[in-house]
Nanobody, 117 residues
């Protein structure tokens, strides 16, 4: 099972920012397409953004212009910079491979992000 170490989640006020990190304990990190997903209360788990090994990125419409995905292949880490956060961004956030490009890993625990005043 692929181990992931999350950091950066927490509670933030509307309009605030957070940066999530996901260190992935694996070999060949740099070859994998990586993604962030989120699951809000009572909702299904959905894609937020992905970044391919080439650096190409994709964002769902609801986060375009607010979130930025990036990766550091030397640190085996994928990041999600989240700005202008809104209550509807409240969710558990997960990193995984990019669905459709690679087989998903087991989900694990993720990291909680709560946007509330």
């Amino acid at each position: 099972q692929v181990q992931r170490v999350y950091s950066g989640g927490g509670l933030v006020q509307p309009g605030g920012s957070l940066k999530l990190s996901c260190e992935i304990i694996m070999i060949n990190f740099r070859t994998y397409p990586l993604a962030w997903y989120r699951q809000g209360p009572g909702e299904q788990r959905d894609l937020v953004a992905y970044i391919l090994a080439t650096g190409v990125t994709y964002y769902v419409d609801s986060v375009k212009g607010r979130f930025t995905i990036s990766r550091d292949n030397e640190m085996n880490t994928v990041y999600l910079q989240m700005n202008s956060l809104q209550p509807e961004d409240t969710a558990i956030y997960y990193c995984n491979t990019a669905r459709g490009f690679s087989d998903l890993w087991p989900w694990g625990r993720g990291t909680q992000v709560t946007v509330s005043s």
